[in-house]
């Protein structure tokens, strides 16, 4: 029988010491395991071995070595080799063959390269031992870590440096400005080369660091912007816990005490010593000078309110804040007058805006100043005693009648005389004029109140020696009234009398207009004149109110007979001395509508009612001209057409002939002789016929033939008259050959009732009033008038 046997090797990892230590080889534990061999004769032997666990232990190297050789790492070691060089050491892995290289021989690992921890801190690889003749594996491939080990090279920097900061002034010790921080690149987990601690190297006794934080706090009380405003500190960082040896980094931390209001404001002098010149031609409101407080704060808490304290400056002049210089402006609030006072003294105080109690201890935050003003005299232009004058004068008055006068003087202390004149570019100089040496105003010509009441001028005055400066004044002149124009009376419209007007009834009220003042123009008398005959028609009443009634004095008023009537009527004012005019009224005679209710024509009343102007009525009437056109055409061309005598081919025994002849009416007695309806014996002679048309009339001559339908007909019977009229029809060869009907229109004599035709009735004046016909409206009018008694004409005045 074959014995089989298992091949133990044993794999020694050797570790360098770091520090140049020796070797201190490891074995590997082994953990039995189970094999089992198949024997020829079927039976399964079963050998107990050990069975390997690898467990590796890391391989360290320095990292930054500057060594001329390769730094040593470690050992391979298989206890399969006997040291006759049959075993073969393989390595793979992270930087196999390039940063670290194996001897195949003795599995000696080595670094070619410098490494750096922060770039990489440790490699992965791959180890395996192979017989070198049949390149079995001797050993499975295992994996093992090469660590690359921190060495204290990277010095602590501030990644956001430098920095900036501030903290307000005077502020209190430890009061906080600003935390820093540092970074180390070394490894934290591995000694004190990650471990920072913060100093200040420069910036005491003013700030401190905190060590461990690196909060930068105030270190000293009471620090004044206003003496130093901006500190440069310089903190450092540095590892190994600040040990020596520890690698260090530094930065700049800028900080800025801000401001604060701490200081009040300060005027240069508490008094001026040089006086402020102001002319006293300065003009009210303008800026004459500038004063200024000096406050050391910055911004808001420099702000300063100037004003004026003394009642003596402060009736005289304002002061203001430029808020872009913090200077004091003086104005003027009245004009100066050097010949009044010549100097004047402000205590001017300035107080900060925005105080800040903390610091009220300090005191107030104001200071005040004395200025002086001195006046300055210069040449002034007259000053007139009054700002404005009003003078009057009566109208009609004559050529240089006085108005009034002006007076100004010079307010220089020379007193200079002063001349007069009135601006030439206005209307007033037509009218007036002055003295120049008096100022005394005089009109150069009539005036007249009602075509101007008021007149305005400007006068002007300078010195005779000085006509440059000059001063002017408005001047206003009222024209007074005196009574010198009549009254007239106030319409210029025709009265209306209505035709149905009584005896008593008033026609119309009037008033009068007069263009002369209230004063004179405000009563009013009225009456007819003397001179002339008692008026039939018409009387006037005075209602001793400024106004008169027109009364009718005869009942009815006829516009047939007479439409027009003329009224003189006398009016006198309540002027002095009294004035009176005369006016002709126009009264005009129309119908009007019931209960008089509208005093006005009809006609006019409809186009008044309508509300048509001009252009509107020449529209309607153009309309109305081009319809009538239209209807004049439509009925020629129906004329012009022929129509056949036989309406009807299947009827031709008989034939009615129409005719649509309209007369004239009663009044028409030339389109149709009447006597052919009255007397058959003139018919006879006319000899025409209806279902023709007729030949034109000869005109009667003087022959007794030629009868007025006044004249009596002769007594014939009816059916006389008829039968005649048929033998003629059968008789006349003219007519169609089928029968016609024809009709004639007679009138029989002899019956006992009369007639009721008006045509040969007498005229005769009826005794019935007709006047209740008027009262049924307008459209009865005309009927009323035909059978109403016609009076005879009145006499007009």
């Not at 270190?219 to 500190?231: G, I, P, S, T, V």
């Not at 913090?326 to 003294?345: A, F, M, P, V």
């Not at 006046?375 to 009057?392: K, N, R």
Request: hydrophobic share 35%; with cysteine; glycine share 6%.
């Amino acid at each position: 029988s074959h014995t089989y046997y298992s091949l133990h090797v044993r794999l020694t990892l050797s570790l360098a010491v770091c520090l140049g230590s020796a070797e201190t080889p490891k074995s590997n534990l082994l953990v039995p395991s189970k094999n089992q061999t198949k024997l020829p004769n079927g039976e399964t032997e079963v050998h107990h071995r050990p069975k390997r666990g690898w467990i590796w232990n890391q391989f360290f190297v320095l990292e930054e070595h500057l060594g001329p050789d390769a730094q040593y790492v470690g050992k391979l070691h298989s206890n399969s080799d006997k040291g006759d060089g049959t075993v073969r050491y393989i390595l793979s892995g992270e930087g196999a063959g390039t940063i670290f290289i194996i001897d195949e021989v003795t599995g000696d690992i080595h670094a070619t390269k410098s490494l750096d921890r922060e770039r990489k801190s440790h490699y992965v690889l791959h180890a395996q031992a192979l017989d070198r003749n049949t390149e079995e594996a001797l050993e499975p491939k295992s994996e093992f870590i090469i660590k690359v080990q921190d060495i204290n090279d990277n010095a602590p920097k501030f990644p956001d440096g430098p920095f900036v900061a501030s903290v307000p002034e005077m502020s209190e010790v430890g009061t906080s400005v600003l935390q820093v921080s540092a970074s180390d690149a070394d490894d934290p987990t591995y000694g004190n080369s990650a471990r920072i601690v913060y100093s200040i190297l420069l910036g005491q006794p003013y700030f401190s660091v905190d060590p461990k934080t690196g909060i930068i706090r105030t270190a000293l009380a009471n620090m004044d912007r206003e003496a130093r405003e901006h500190y440069a500190v310089v903190v450092q960082a540095k590892d190994m816990a600040g040990q020596v040896g520890g690698l260090s980094g530094s930065t700049t931390v800028n900080i800025t005490l801000s401001d604060v209001n701490d200081n009040p404001p300060k005027f240069p002098q508490s008094t001026y010593r040089l006086n402020l010149y102001v002319p006293e031609s300065a003009q009210e409101g303008k800026p004459v000078g500038k004063i200024k407080a000096n406050d050391e704060d910055l911004g808001i808490n420099a702000d300063i309110k100037y004003s004026i304290i003394n009642s003596e400056g402060a009736n005289t002049f304002s002061i203001s804040t430029d808020r872009d210089t913090r200077e004091g402006i003086l104005s003027l609030k009245k004009s100066l007058n050097y010949e009044r006072k010549k100097t004047y003294t402000l205590h001017i105080e300035g107080v900060n805006t925005h105080t800040d109690p903390r610091f009220s201890y300090l005191g107030s935050f104001k200071d005040t100043a004395t200025l002086k003003i001195t006046v300055g005299d210069v040449d002034e232009a007259p000053v007139f005693s009054m700002d404005y004058y009003i003078l009057d004068v009566y109208e009609n008055s004559p050529s240089g009648t006085e108005v009034g006068s002006v007076t100004a003087r010079d307010p220089d202390s020379r007193n200079s005389p002063v001349r007069y004149f009135m601006d030439s570019k206005e209307d007033g100089v037509r009218y007036f004029r002055i003295d120049e040496s008096t100022g005394v105003i005089r009109t150069t010509q009539p005036l007249d109140r009602e075509d101007m009441p008021w007149h305005n001028i400007t006068v002007m005055a300078s010195e005779v020696d000085n006509p440059v400066l000059f001063s002017h004044v408005p001047v206003t002149v009222q024209v007074l009234d005196v009574n010198d124009n009549p009254p007239e009376i106030a319409t210029d419209e025709d009265v209306i009398v209505c035709e149905n007007s009584r005896p008593g009834q008033v026609i119309q009220t009037i008033t009068a207009l007069d263009m002369d003042d209230f004063a004179n123009g405000q009563r009013f008398s009225f009456a007819l004149p003397n001179q002339l005959p008692v008026n039939p028609n018409f009387t006037l009443k005075d209602n001793e109110d400024s106004s008169a009634s027109i009364i009718a004095r005869r009942r009815r008023f006829s516009q047939l007979t007479q439409e027009l009537y003329e009224l003189p009527i006398v009016v006198w004012d309540g002027g002095e001395p009294s004035l009176s005019g005369t006016s002709t009224l126009t009264l005009r005679v129309c119908p009007c509508q019931r209960h008089g209710k509208v005093r006005m024509c009809q006609g006019k009343a409809f186009l008044s009612s309508a509300g048509l102007s001009t252009g509107a009525l020449i529209a309607i009437l153009l309309c109305i001209i081009i319809l009538l056109a239209i209807v004049v055409l439509f009925i020629t061309l129906r004329r012009s057409k022929k129509e056949p005598l036989i309406i009807s081919e299947e009827d031709v025994r008989e034939n009615v002939v129409t005719y649509d002849d309209e007369g004239g009416g009663e009044e028409d007695t030339e389109a149709f002789d009447i006597i052919a309806l009255r007397n058959p014996a003139a018919a006879e002679e006319l000899k025409f016929r209806r279902d023709i048309r007729p030949e034109a009339r000869k005109h009667c001559g003087p022959a007794p033939s030629c009868r007025s339908p006044s004249v009596e007909v002769d007594e014939v019977d009816v059916h006389e008259f008829i039968k005649q009229k048929l033998v003629e029809a059968d008789m006349d060869t003219s007519v169609p050959p089928y029968d016609s009907l024809q009709t004639y229109a007679y009138e029989g004599q002899g019956s006992p009732t009369g007639t009721i035709s008006p045509l040969d009735s007498t005229r005769t004046h009826s005794e019935q009033d007709y006047n209740y016909l008027e009262e049924w409206g307008p459209e009865f009018q005309k009927l009323a008038e035909l059978y109403t008694e016609v009076e005879s004409p009145e006499v007009t005045t």
